[in-house]
């Protein structure tokens, strides 16, 4: 087989598998984008209707996060509440009193489920640059709907932290979508980004044999 053939080949089954770390990427960001991310003033008690694209089973409990920014995280806790080191000592704070009323509509407006919730009935996830709260689960199908969210007790308080209300999934792995999405992308950075460069240095090898090398037959 000549070098040309070669590099052909090796050249084909490169993009082949470009290809495919393309396909397993797109499905990744489709299969893992949250069905709501916005941000949210839980220092007014403005009524947001918002849009909700859900696409998965996975993401079920609305969540409000709260963002460090650039204030010291000593406040963002105590209103988000958790452990504050305070007095040479650790001190668990309550979150700060919060309730939202919430309405699932169809994109026409039919009633779908409605509810009242407390912000920081549930911690779910707790790091130096943001803090997720559970408000609530809502079970979806994937569908379009709209999500209709009143603070019923604003706190002024929150006006200089940076919050936002997302669905959020309590657990990884629920779905078959989310499997192959992780698994995917494990695949991807462990084996075919690797034979990709394999195949990429044997097509300019061939390559470069073909054009400039001694010719050989096939």
Known sequence: MSHKSKAIIWGSMGL?????????????????TLPLDVPVRLDKGDTLDLPVKVRTL??????????TG??????VRKLSGGPIWENEQWVEYPPAPMTLAWKLLTPGGELLSEGQSDVGKELISYGSDEITRAVTRIPMQPGDYR??????????R????????VFVAEGRGKTWQSG???WGSVLSGVLLIPLILICALL?????TRWRYGAPTAD
């Open 147 to 156: 999500l209709q969210v009143t603070v019923l007790n604003p706190d002024a």
């Open 58 to 67: 996975e993401f079920d409990t609305l969540a409000v996060v709260f963002s």
């Open 158 to 165: 929150f006006g200089e932290v940076a919050t936002r209300l």
């Open 203 to 207: 097509t300019l090898h061939h390559y």
């Open 180 to 182: 192959v999405a992780w």
């Open 70 to 75: 650039e204030l010291p995280l000593f406040t």
């Open 16 to 32: 082949s598998l470009l290809l495919l770390v393309v396909v397993l990427r797109l499905f990744f960001v489709w299969a893992t």
